[in-house]
């Protein structure tokens, strides 16, 4: 015998939680994500709860990724003990979706544009397609965690549209009349910024304008992660009953009431537990026909999701022909540039088995020199990050981005180790070099450059003689500074390339005798200025 009182006030509990858990996500984020906190708080908790996140990464990366095990393994056992809580409780995205479903979209919906239930098995599909990808090592672009979208749309959309706001309201007038000038390069800037932006833009308004089909469309019929854990809660102890003594089969809570259609219309004692989120909405009525109590008796029916071998077989075959695909873009090979990584970013073929593009990296960036990658840099790469020194160069100071990874696609770096970790090497282009041009004397790059990386250098040509910058591989890290201030600013003459990056999977960055070669050399250069 079970007892089938629900707790007091249901749906108000849940509201409750998803407001102080978005809440969280937000500070977390927006006010803790930076180079003073990131080293001592783990920000990126949220990302690292969810279990697809953890297996399918995992998978690709033919590792187990110690760090997401723990928030993987308790969000496993809440699911499988009370079914979809993580959806319908935690998860930002689904308070996001609900409150833009109630008080956005509100009315604009109609019950007549609601999809076909079955659609609701595309998600599964996806989530098929998805685990077979990752056989293949690959996670992005197609990888729909919905915190990674949370954190993604917040870091790339939110964020700079804040910021950009902040700096307009200081002087409208003046900021608008710059706003196209050559020192601001912005042409150059926008070239950049918006093809790796439009991906996330895209997924941005994918997500919210489903509500004028269907509540909660994007959980419904497209999460993967919502697949996955509804196979988790298949059998949940906390489940949804119906008092007979009080229905009289109106099938309001079936056809009007659940916002993830997880009730049977023929049947409205049984739920599909794959689709509940145990939000308490049908609950929520005067009659008190319904509750949600622990308990496993025939009183609670349980629905598994409904597939078909034709599901299962799409979305392997899917993921089969995914990755030719995806590599056969051939933008990598066509420019023969590869992006500038964060420093302590695995090397690249591993990199990209982990690197969820969530875009943490890049709201931890203090100077906004993390971006993320467009179509251009191949399909595999897109919104993964990568440095952009005409926007921003990385600061010596600063290991930020290196600790808010949820992956560890990017490795923990310690402040002593960053000057030695080298992310690329900046080139001088003496075609367009000022100085080097003989135009003037010019020592903009090496009065920059933190490294003592960059020496003027005197050559004879005949009756003249020519003198510019020229940079020390060894000691230049690529962090960009140089780029960032050059003279040129319509075309900067020196650039940072990917060329001569240390990236390794494990163990020290950089060996103890090459350490204090490059430590006296430039203790030396600094010295003789």
């Not at 469309?217 to 949940?236: D, E, H, I, K």
């Not at 790059?445 to 003592?452: A, D, L, M």
Request: overall charge positive; aromatic content about 8%; some cysteine.
């Amino acid at each position: 015998m079970y007892d089938t009182k629900e707790p007091v006030m249901l749906r108000t509990i849940r509201i409750i939680s998803q407001c102080v858990f978005f809440l969280v996500f937000v500070i977390l984020l927006f006010f803790l994500n930076n180079q003073n906190f990131a080293h001592r708080l783990q920000t990126e908790i949220f990302l690292q709860l969810n279990p697809l996140v953890a297996l399918l990464s995992s998978i690709a990366s033919r590792k187990v990724i110690w760090a997401l095990l723990p928030g993987a393994v308790v969000v496993t056992v809440v699911t499988m003990l009370l079914g979809r809580v993580f959806c319908g409780w935690i998860c930002p995205l689904g308070a996001a979706i609900d409150f833009s479903d109630h008080f956005i979209i509100g009315k604009a919906r109609n019950i007549s544009r609601r999809p076909r239930i079955y659609i609701q098995r595309l998600k599964y599909v996806l989530l098929l397609f998805l685990a077979v990808l990752s056989m293949f090592g690959v996670l992005v672009p197609f990888f729909m965690d919905p915190i990674s979208i949370a954190t993604r749309i917040s870091a790339i959309i939110i964020d700079p549209s804040l910021q950009s706001i902040k700096a307009l309201s200081g002087n409208v007038v003046n900021d608008f009349s710059n706003l196209f000038s050559v020192e601001k390069k912005t042409g150059q800037i926008l070239s950049i910024v918006i093809p790796g932006s439009f991906a996330s833009l895209f997924i941005f308004i994918a997500v919210f304008i489903g509500g004028f089909w269907d509540r909660r469309f994007w959980c419904q019929y497209v999460c993967p992660t919502g697949a996955f854990l509804g196979l988790l809660s298949r059998f949940p102890l906390l489940r949804r009953f119906v008092h007979d003594d009080k229905c009289n089969s109106c099938h309001a809570c079936a056809t009007r009431q659940c916002p993830v259609r997880a009730i049977n219309h023929d049947s409205i004692k049984l739920t599909s537990s794959a689709e509940c989120i145990v939000c308490g909405v049908c609950s929520n009525n005067r009659r008190e026909c319904t509750s949600f109590a622990f308990g496993k008796t025939k009183a609670a029916p349980v629905q598994p999701p409904l597939l078909a071998r034709r599901h299962f077989i799409t979305g392997v075959l899917a993921g089969v022909l995914a990755p030719s695909v995806l590599r056969g873009t051939g933008a990598d090979n066509v420019l023969q540039v590869q992006p500038i990584r964060p420093p302590g970013s695995l090397p690249e073929e591993e990199f990209l088995t982990r690197c969820i593009a969530c875009g943490q990296c890049m709201k931890a960036c203090p100077n906004h020199a993390l971006h993320p990658c467009g179509f251009i840099d191949g399909l595999t790469k897109v919104n993964t990050p990568r440095l952009v020194p005409s926007i921003g160069y990385c600061e010596p100071g600063c290991t930020a981005c290196t600790h808010v990874c949820p992956t560890v696609a990017i490795r923990p770096v310690q402040a002593q180790d960053k000057p030695y970790i080298k992310i690329g090497t900046a080139v001088v282009n003496r075609n367009d070099c000022i100085a080097w041009r003989g135009e003037m004397k010019c020592l903009v790059c090496k009065t920059h450059c933190p490294y003592q990386a960059i020496e003027v250098q005197d050559i004879e040509c005949g009756e003249l003689t020519q003198s510019g910058p020229v940079i020390d591989k060894e000691l230049c890290t690529g962090c960009g500074i140089c780029e960032k201030y050059c003279a040129v600013s319509s075309n900067p003459a020196i650039k940072v390339h990917v060329y001569g990056e240390r990236r390794i999977s494990d163990g020290p960055f950089i060996t103890d005798k090459k350490r204090n070669r490059i430590s006296q050399k430039r203790k030396s250069n600094q010295e003789s200025q």
